[in-house]
């Protein structure tokens, strides 16, 4: 079994297991959580399982994808983070969620800017993306905290927008 990607102050990153379905499911598929995430809906068990898939994918292409958070006092996934394509878009952008219990506590943050580290030292990442939904303030604190600038909302095609941030080698946050 591999190491953990990274670690921080509280937390262990690390690549997916298929013993991770039942805690992918209970954070991917909790409505409350996902109301922010894509449409908003929570994914099903099959969902889950192909993301497992798409997952071993795409660390064997690109070396990175989703990894399992859990804190290192504690066993046990509490949330997932990773920095991906989605739709095969050219830049790598950060994707987090924590389990409900474990929100408000600065553990997002943390994976995010351990995340955008690793991504930046391990694999010369130089630019990384993120996009919430506009309305999402938790989010863009998360971000801006972990060291990403606010850049443009972007009309989407369905008449919504997305709010992106980004971040680049060398800058520090606005």
């Known amino acids: 079994m591999l190491g953990p990607e990274f670690n921080t102050e509280r937390l262990l990153v690390r690549r997916w297991h298929d013993s991770d379905l039942p805690a992918l ?65 050219p830049e790598p952008e950060v994707k987090y969620a924590l389990l409900r219990s474990h929100w408000g506590r600065g553990l997002a943050t943390e994976a995010v800017s351990g995340l955008i580290a690793y991504g930046a030292s391990k694999h010369n990442l130089a630019f990384i993306i993120a996009t919430t939904a506009p309305q999402n303030v938790a989010s863009h604190r998360v971000l801006l905290k972990a060291g990403m600038r606010r850049a443009e909302l972007r009309a989407n095609d369905d008449g919504t927008h997305t709010q992106l941030f980004h971040w680049r080698s060398g800058h520090s946050a606005a």
């Open 25 to 89: 499911l209970a954070v991917y598929g909790d409505a409350e959580a996902m109301r922010w995430v894509g449409d908003g809906r929570a994914i099903t068990h099959e969902e889950c399982v192909q993301w497992l898939g798409v997952t071993r994918a795409n660390y064997e292409k690109r070396g990175y994808g989703m990894f399992a958070i859990e804190e290192r006092s504690s066993p046990g996934v509490i949330g997932f983070c990773g920095i991906v394509h989605p739709g095969g878009q």
